[in-house]
């Protein structure tokens, strides 16, 4: 059983950063993709962005250029660097985790709030 410990959520002013962190534990087997997603009130979760172990990036519209997902593989580690936020970016925010063996798993989540 793979757990996810996701951690720096929290308020922000419009235009502000946050970065969150996620850290993979307890996995017999390889990680091949890290990934965030988010949810907001009302919404369907929807994925932000995920880095693949080669190093492969994908990103939604909505936060190219505003956020950057890096990993660590020696730690199984997983960061969104999250610049220029927006009201619309409030939301919390879950890490997943897919092993090589097609496993997926999910992190407890972090609330985002960006508010005046």
């Known amino acids: 059983q793979v757990q996810l410990a996701e951690s720096g959520g929290g308020s922000v002013q419009p235009g502000g950063s946050l970065r969150l962190s996620c850290a993979a534990s307890?996995?017999?087997?390889?990680?091949?993709?890290m990934a965030w997603y988010r949810q907001a009130p009302g919404k369907q979760r929807e994925l932000v962005a995920q880095?693949?172990?080669?190093?492969?990036?994908n990103y939604a519209d909505s936060v190219k250029e505003r956020f950057t997902i890096s990993g660590d593989n020696g730690k199984n580690t997983v960061y969104l660097q999250m610049n220029s936020l927006k009201p619309e970016d409030t939301a919390v925010y879950y890490c997943?985790?897919?092993?090589?063996?097609?496993?997926?798993?999910w992190g407890q989540g972090t609330q985002v709030t960006v508010s005046s």
């Open positions: 880095i693949t172990r080669g190093g492969n990036t």
């Open positions: 997943s985790c897919v092993t090589v063996m097609f496993r997926t798993y």
């Open positions: 307890g996995s017999r087997f390889s990680i091949n993709t």
